[in-house]
């Protein structure tokens, strides 16, 4: 190996979870902090709730709230473009036009 070159390794690195479980590991860095670890994972605990950092999953229901509305604007206001056209179809074919 070239000298000089690599990080220094510490086997002994400390990893943090935000649920305050700890342990060590080899790592380049002396201390990493991590949101979320397999002691308090969802996919680990086996129950369900939403893991929320800052805000993503209300902004997302916001979203989707926001183009549910919009695409049922949207699709009323074609359902009426389709009434019109259909009443003017109409009135050309009995000469009321």
């Known amino acids: 190996m070239k000298p000089k070159i690599h990080p220094k390794y510490y086997p002994n690195a400390r990893i943090i979870c935000a649920c305050s479980n700890t342990w060590t590991t080899g790592s380049t860095v002396p201390e990493i902090k991590v949101d979320i670890c397999s002691a308090c994972h969802p996919?680990?605990?086996?129950?369900?709730?939403?893991?929320?950092?800052?805000?993503?999953?209300?902004?997302?229901?916001?979203?989707?709230?926001?183009?549910?509305?919009?695409?049922?604007?949207?699709?009323l206001l074609q359902e009426t473009q389709r009434r019109a056209a259909q009443e003017a179809r109409l009135a050309k074919r009995r000469g009321d036009a």
């Open 43 to 75: 996919f680990y605990t086996g129950e369900q709730r939403i893991v929320d950092t800052a805000g993503q999953v209300d902004r997302f229901m916001k979203r989707l709230e926001r183009t549910a509305e919009t695409s049922e604007q949207v699709r």
